[in-house]
């Protein structure tokens, strides 16, 4: 039982480039997340997905794009990255209690 | 009115103090509330749910008051290994699913 995964661990991109965070989890939940964490932020959210099948947005959906492929994964999509999506990217799963974290995407964008 | 603000920090104290940190939310209608912890460069992970009765998990203490809007959480005989970052965890009653998280407390514990 893996809990939930991230690729890539780590990401340098250059300005306009797009790129592709991969998460998924093995516990069958319904409910997945996507947040992106900055010094003296806190962790925000981007985009949920409640269920299969659907995606809502979050307090910072701007630039970004999600696919929940299946109840398993949950892609977020930066179509042309800029500097400020520079950032620490957290995917997550939930069940009716915990909500538990991968590990995480260190992106940069230069 | 953020929808959930902990005391600013850091707190830095030595091996062996009580420690408290405070969390006030704004929606009245929020259902549940939850303490994570996070270590530095790592994942949050769940600390504590927090019950409207308050709750104990060896030197953690949680409290809610509903009232107030304010939850509490006290390390007592703190470790080396408690330092680490504090959030405070609210589902609001009727936003779907999203949980809200406060931006944190550090806490420092040195020997």
């Known amino acids: 039982n893996a809990g939930v995964t991230q690729t890539p661990k780590f990401q340098v991109l250059k300005t306009g480039q797009s790129m592709t965070l991969q998460c998924a989890q093995d516990?069958?939940?319904?409910?997945m997340y996507w947040y992106r964490q900055d010094p003296g932020m806190g962790l925000r959210l981007i985009y949920y997905?409640?269920?299969?099948?659907?995606?809502d947005k979050g307090e910072v959906p701007n630039g970004y794009n999600v696919s929940r492929l299946n109840k398993r994964e949950f892609s977020l999509r930066l179509e042309s990255a800029a500097p400020s999506q520079t950032s620490v990217y957290f995917c997550?799963?939930?069940?009716?209690?915990?909500?538990?974290f991968g590990p995480g995407t260190r992106l940069t964008v230069t | 009115r953020k929808e959930v603000e902990q005391d600013p920090g850091p707190f830095n104290v030595p091996e062996g103090a009580t420690v408290a940190f405070n969390c006030t939310y704004s929606?009245?209608?929020?259902?549940?509330f939850f303490w994570y912890r996070q270590d530095c460069r790592k994942e949050p992970k769940l600390l504590m749910s927090?019950?409207?009765s308050g709750n104990e998990d060896g030197r953690f203490t949680a409290q809610l008051n509903r009232a107030s809007q304010y939850i509490s959480l006290l390390i007592r005989d703190s470790k080396l290994s408690d330092s680490a970052t504090y959030l405070c965890?609210?589902?609001?009653?009727?936003?779907?699913?999203?949980?809200?998280f406060g931006k944190g407390t550090t806490l420092s514990v040195s020997s």
């Open positions: 997550a799963s939930r069940d009716n209690r915990e909500q538990y």
């Open positions: 516990m069958n939940h319904n409910s």
């Open positions: 997905s409640a269920s299969e099948g659907t995606t």
């Open positions: 929606n009245s209608a929020s259902q549940s």
């Open positions: 927090v019950y409207s």
């Open positions: 965890v609210v589902i609001p009653g009727q936003a779907g699913t999203a949980l809200i």
